[in-house]
């Protein structure tokens, strides 16, 4: 037979978890200077627009913690009891004054006790305990002060006891008294020397309604029984030593035996010295309204010795934390399933990183974006420099027809983001032999090839950014190296035939791969080294004798430093004519070779400005002064302009707009 039950894990049509913004992300931190480990958990705490972070659920925990203290208090029993014995008092008082028969010796006697009665209540339901209620109604609320208090102790430690022993009678009363008995010989047995399966389950067989959660075995039996008992002893410990006091003078009136309390008590020492690692001596301040019984209030402490754990757990701050150490079930209990389901996707979501191979675990034994992390930033990048040219432009271009390039005469596999056309002879040959000529014919991504093209002009290209204190100080850092990610890809993806290197120069200059440039910390090293950045590049163009060479400055300084012919950094701030005139000399240089050079100036020092654009006009050149917004879309701009008249960024990037003929990077 079948049985139905609502879903407990959220939506189960929902897509599933989305790396995309997460990825996004993370490789925002990781070129802010943030490890890819660091930037994973950032991002896990942040969360994304549609999704809680564990710093939300952190702040629900610690809300829910805080009301359960602000809005209840420990006095509910006492509350209850003074209640009743308020009841039974004034039911007395009103047969004894209705009761003729009673003489005036007995009446005024009875009426002396009443009246001075003590005034706390436990001294008073003490010395009412030998008292000979004339009223049935105030006996009954008397006896109620025993049940209730035997029910409240009871539930102190087995959750639940205070309902379930409403009205219970004498035998039921009882089988509480033989459950502890023999409760406290298995755990004083398993003390000496261990209690076997048998003895377990024959302990489960004669009690098992006293335990409704059904543990397995002893040491779930154990770890039920001392989280409670150790709650209770926590709210004990919270009380103001009246309270205690008072709670202890009562506690001799439960079920009117005090072997109740002796078998309690015995049992917290067995359960103490058996889990001494639970939380025996905590207190917690109640500042509430709302009374809460002795069962609630060791309920409450539970709860709030969970929700630490959870706040532990989703702080994540423990050598080897993990987010599958978050206690799903525990946390729907204490703040509803869309919490839990926030977690579980948060689980996911960091195995899924983990899994994807966009993250790898150098030799080292730290975490690193992998080529494949790579690759995915850089599309994402493209896209939206696609989208700021695209708004930049005012219109769509219409698509350039043809091909980027005349046909080589080969073929390749198609990859992700190519437009080339397909070679049908080819690909359809791939799929007939893939499924031995059976009819009909179903072509695979596999089975596609595309005609090679050549390039209209291979570009020897030299990308140097700005890496001095400045760029890092301002702001700069990252729009930087988001361009570089924007351009490499663009390069790799799209103009295979072109050469990209890039240049990062401070105080000195540095070739760097993509993968070094996007994961270096700010340098706070002061200087600007144009002049070696130059120098580094004009090696590169001439090892590209037959291509068009294309220098792209990003910058936001005057050149500080230059190299001297020993090989050290010189370094002048104001910027020295001797600096000036080296960085001018390989400006030169790369012009002879016929270097198409585009300077991009970040910030708005008007005498930077001056220079960049004298140094623009001295080679021909062009100086670009973007937004920090519109860094990538400007310098992809400007590269594919250097590929020629006939080159369009539309072309390039693929049908990201929609229609034509392509597939988008």
């Given at each position: ?111 002396l006790v009443l009246d001075n009665l003590p005034s706390s209540t436990a001294a008073a339901v003490s010395e009412l305990s030998s008292y ?226 966009y993250l790898k675990r150098g030799s080292d034994g730290e975490l690193r974006l992998s080529p494949k992390a790579m690759r995915q930033l ?102 930087m190296k988001r361009t570089a990610l924007a351009l490499h890809q663009l390069v790799r993806s799209r103009f295979r035939g072109d050469d ?166």
């Amino acid at each position: 037979m079948s049985r139905f039950q609502k879903y407990a894990g959220g939506d189960p049509l929902a897509p599933p978890v989305d790396l995309a913004d997460a990825l996004d992300a993370i490789g925002q931190d990781v070129m802010a200077g943030y490890s890819p480990e660091h930037a994973m958990r950032e991002y896990l705490r942040r969360g994304s627009q549609d999704q809680a972070g564990l710093d939300e659920l952190q702040r629900q925990v610690a809300q829910r913690r805080r009301d359960i203290l602000q809005r209840n208090n420990l006095d509910g029993t006492m509350q209850e009891v003074r209640e009743l014995l308020d009841q039974a008092v004034l039911a007395e008082r009103g047969q004894l004054a209705r009761d003729i028969t009673m003489s005036d010796e007995d009446r005024d006697f009875r009426e002396l006790v009443l009246d001075n009665l003590p005034s706390s209540t436990a001294a008073a339901v003490s010395e009412l305990s030998s008292y000979d209620w004339q009223s049935s109604e105030a006996r009954e609320a008397y006896e109620q002060i025993k049940d209730l208090l035997g029910r409240e102790l009871l539930d102190q430690r087995f959750a639940g006891m205070k309902q379930a022993l409403e009205g219970a009678t004498d035998e039921d009363r009882a089988a509480v008294a033989e459950m502890l008995s023999d409760l406290n010989d298995l755990l004083e047995k398993h003390a000496a020397g261990g209690v076997s399966d048998e003895e377990f389950e024959e302990f489960m067989d004669k009690h098992g309604d006293f335990f409704p959660e059904r543990p397995k075995d002893m040491d779930e039996l154990l770890d039920s029984l001392a989280q409670r008992a150790a709650a209770a002893q926590r709210m004990l410990n919270s009380m103001t030593e009246e309270q205690r006091q008072e709670l202890m003078e009562l506690s001799q009136q439960a079920f009117g035996s005090p072997q109740l309390m002796e078998q309690l008590a015995r049992m917290d020492a067995n359960l103490q010295a058996l889990r001494p690692g639970e939380d025996w001596s905590g207190s917690e301040s109640f500042e509430g309204e709302q009374g809460m019984g002795l069962g609630d209030g060791t309920g409450a402490l539970q709860d709030l010795a969970q929700l630490d754990q959870l706040s532990d757990q989703l702080a994540q701050s423990y050598q080897g934390a993990r987010l599958d150490d978050v206690d799903l079930d525990a946390l729907a209990g204490q703040l509803g399933p869309e919490a839990a389901v926030a977690a579980k996707t948060l689980q996911e979501l960091e195995q899924a990183l983990r899994d994807s191979g966009y993250l790898k675990r150098g030799s080292d034994g730290e975490l690193r974006l992998s080529p494949k992390a790579m690759r995915q930033l850089g599309k994402a990048l493209l896209r939206d420099v696609a989208d700021r040219m695209s708004g930049r432009s005012g219109q769509r271009e219409t698509r350039t027809t043809g091909l980027a390039g005349e046909p080589s005469g080969a073929t390749r596999r198609w990859e992700f983001g190519d437009t080339e056309p397909w070679d049908v002879p080819r690909t359809i040959t791939n799929a007939v032999l893939r499924d031995g000529g059976a009819s009909p014919v179903r072509i695979r991504v596999d089975d596609i090839e595309v005609i090679e093209t050549e390039a209209r002009t291979q570009a020897a290209v030299a990308l140097l950014v700005d890496t001095s204190f400045s760029m890092a100080m301002d702001g700069r850092w990252v729009p930087m190296k988001r361009t570089a990610l924007a351009l490499h890809q663009l390069v790799r993806s799209r103009f295979r035939g072109d050469d990209l290197q890039l240049i990062a120069f401070g105080r000195h200059a540095q070739v760097m791969e993509i993968e070094q440039l996007t994961g270096l910390d700010a340098r706070w090293d002061k200087g600007t080294n144009l002049h070696h950045g130059l120098l580094l590049a004009n090696r590169f163009f001439r090892k590209h004798p037959n291509a068009q060479p294309v220098l792209l400055v990003v910058t936001d300084g005057e050149p500080t430093a230059h190299l001297e012919p020993d090989g050290d950094v010189w370094f002048s701030y104001p910027p020295h004519p001797l600096t000036i005139a080296h960085s001018v000399r390989e400006l030169d240089a790369a012009a002879r070779v016929g270097a198409q050079v585009t300077f991009f100036r970040l910030g708005e020092d008007p005498g930077l400005a001056r220079f960049i654009d004298s140094m623009a006009r001295r080679v021909d050149g062009r100086m670009v002064s973007p937004e920090l917004d519109d860094l990538g879309a400007a310098v992809v701009g400007s590269y594919l302009g250097s590929r020629g008249p006939g080159t369009s960024y539309r072309e390039h990037f693929g049908d990201v707009y929609g229609g034509g003929r392509g597939f988008w990077v």
